[in-house]
């Protein structure tokens, strides 16, 4: 039998492990053919019996004391090795010295009578240096063993955060460890397979009926055994998906054709706690959502026309979504991605959301998602999400019937956001179109529209900026712009008309007077710190 993979073991090496550890000096007398044992531990013992102290795998090793005077008798010598073979001793190790000076030919007859494993420990190796090579061999092994299994668990928890789950996790299971898989749900249909390295999926469905009878009827935490003679099943076992409250929602069958080792009963623990807590999620978890979700999908028009009693359910379902009460106000939230945050996946990001804003309401939009929690979104807060890479709307305060039009009014600074790469608070913003478009995109539409002006020297540039913000503000008025300008209504004519046909507009229609005006807010940007288009 070959040395099963370090992750089916837990505290265990080989014999065949531990002696390509040890000082060659060390002679095999006699081959048991137990390398492939597991050693429990290395015990050194004088006692003429030491089994009733010695657990099953041990490497015993002794210096003789009992072999001494009657002891030494091939008698008493075999009932010696006797023992230890029933005890299922691994190896025994003779030390030469201080009492033998060679391993008695008795001990190695009885050893190889019985196929005892049987070394001699030269002088020079004292047994406290092999005890000591081995809990540092076993301490190397452990410590590979947990690191695969943190591996595992790692695999098993991407699989629950893909898209199809159940499937992913079951793939990943099957993997891992030498079995195949069956997710049934609590209809008895399947839902998900898992495949072993051999390719095998199991047994007919028909042919698990009653194990699943039993699983789908029973309560309590449990396993249900059975067995078949196609290849992989000789061994099939069930476990129940369960509720918070013992309702079966499903259950995991699994097929071997041999026992897991504690390490892989570890592993399959894992996933069918994985899997309950989907299930879960998915059936019995988070009712508040699904039955807003549910409402809203069906009678929309219930939020306006819907009596008191109704809007009151409503508004009851949406706290419980949002870990709040019935009259605590709330905030919509639209996350803007940016240059170098990370693409997770929806499902990845949904519960990252989720978690950071404590709530269940959030969706996944074509320009990052949108939430709708019950936090201020402090500035400690905004600035965990910055680090993620992106940026954020924060709505204003506002109750059910308002977050639509909360909604709305946080989609109308998306855009600005974007192209700042700023985050905003809607309370904060200024509500005019200036306020709104923001700096950088005011400062873009100065410069796309007044290239041509802000392109020459300041001692024409300047005044050119004073008479069109002159001539702007007085709404087109010849008379009004020239009083306000301190010049001749003609010579504001002819500025305004040199402006045309520099910028090569029409400065007669409304709309390019408007992006004009809007334009002339942020010209500053451009030109300096100095404000210019004063009189």
Not at 123 to 140: D, T
Not at 214 to 221: A, E, F, I, Q, T
Not at 476 to 483: C, E, F, I, L, T
Not at 502 to 517: F, G, P, S
Request: proline share 6%; net charge negative.
């Amino acid at each position: 039998m070959s040395p099963e993979p370090a992750t089916a073991r837990l505290s265990f090496v080989t014999l065949e492990q531990f002696v390509e550890q040890l000082p060659p000096e060390l002679t095999m007398l006699h081959d048991g053919g137990s390398g492939a044992s597991l050693l429990r531990w290395v015990e050194p013992s004088e006692l003429e019996d030491p089994t009733p102290y010695l657990p099953e795998g041990e490497f015993l090793l002794t210096a003789g004391l009992p072999f001494l005077g009657k002891g030494g008798s091939a008698a008493k010598v075999d009932a010696y090795v006797r023992r230890l073979v029933d005890a299922k001793v691994a190896a025994l190790g003779f030390g030469i010295r201080p009492y033998f000076d060679a391993v008695p030919a008795a001990l190695i007859e009885a050893c190889r009578t019985h196929n005892l494993t049987l070394f001699e420990v030269p002088e020079s190796v004292p047994f406290a240096a092999i005890g000591l090579e081995f809990s540092q061999l076993l301490e190397s092994d452990n410590a590979r063993v947990f690191r695969q299994l943190a591996e595992t668990n790692r695999q098993l928890m991407r699989a629950v955060l893909s898209p199809r789950p159940e499937h992913e996790l079951l793939a990943a299971l099957v993997q891992r460890v030498p079995v195949w898989a069956l997710l049934v749900g609590a209809d008895g249909r399947v839902r998900a397979r898992g495949h072993n390295a051999g390719g095998s999926t199991g047994v007919e469905h028909s042919l698990l009926a009653p194990m699943l009878e039993r699983l789908l009827s029973g309560s309590g935490p449990r396993v249900e055994m059975d067995g078949f003679e196609q290849p992989g099943s000789a061994l099939v076992f069930g476990h129940p998906l369960r509720s918070t409250k013992d309702a079966n929602l499903g259950a995991l069958i699994l097929g071997s054709d041999a026992p897991l080792s504690p390490a892989q009963n570890n592993v399959v623990q894992a996933a069918v706690g994985l899997l309950e807590l989907l299930v879960r999620q998915r059936t019995s978890g988070s009712l508040a959502p699904s039955q807003l979700a549910t409402a809203m999908l069906l009678h929309p028009e219930s939020l306006v026309s819907g009596g008191t009693k109704h809007v009151n359910g409503l508004k009851d379902l949406l706290a419980q979504s949002l870990s709040s009460t019935r009259s605590a106000q709330m905030r919509v939230i639209q996350g803007i991605r940016v240059e170098g945050a990370a693409d997770d996946g929806p499902v990845r990001e949904v519960l990252q959301w989720r978690r950071l804003f404590d709530t269940k309401l959030v969706e996944i939009t074509e320009y990052g998602f949108a939430a709708i929690t019950r936090l201020k979104v402090d500035d400690s807060l905004l600035a965990d999400v910055e680090k993620l890479g992106w940026r954020l709307v924060i709505g204003e305060p506002t109750e059910l019937h308002g977050l639509s039009a909360a909604y709305q009014r946080a989609s109308s600074l998306r855009s600005r956001v974007a192209s700042s790469g700023v985050s905003a608070r809607v309370d904060e913003v200024t509500w005019s179109v200036t306020g709104l478009l923001g700096r950088e995109a005011g400062t873009m539409l100065a410069e796309r529209l007044l290239t041509p002006l802000l392109a020459l020297e300041p001692d024409r540039r300047d005044p050119l900026l004073c008479v069109l913000r002159g001539w702007l503000s007085e709404n087109g008025s010849w008379d009004g712009s020239a009083k306000l300008l301190g010049l001749h209504r003609n010579s504001v004519r002819r500025q305004i008309g040199v402006l045309g046909e520099l910028l090569d507009m029409d400065l007669n229609q409304a709309q390019v007077r408007a992006e004009l005006w809007f334009a002339l807010q942020y010209v500053d940007e451009l030109v300096g710190a100095d404000p210019v288009g004063t009189a």
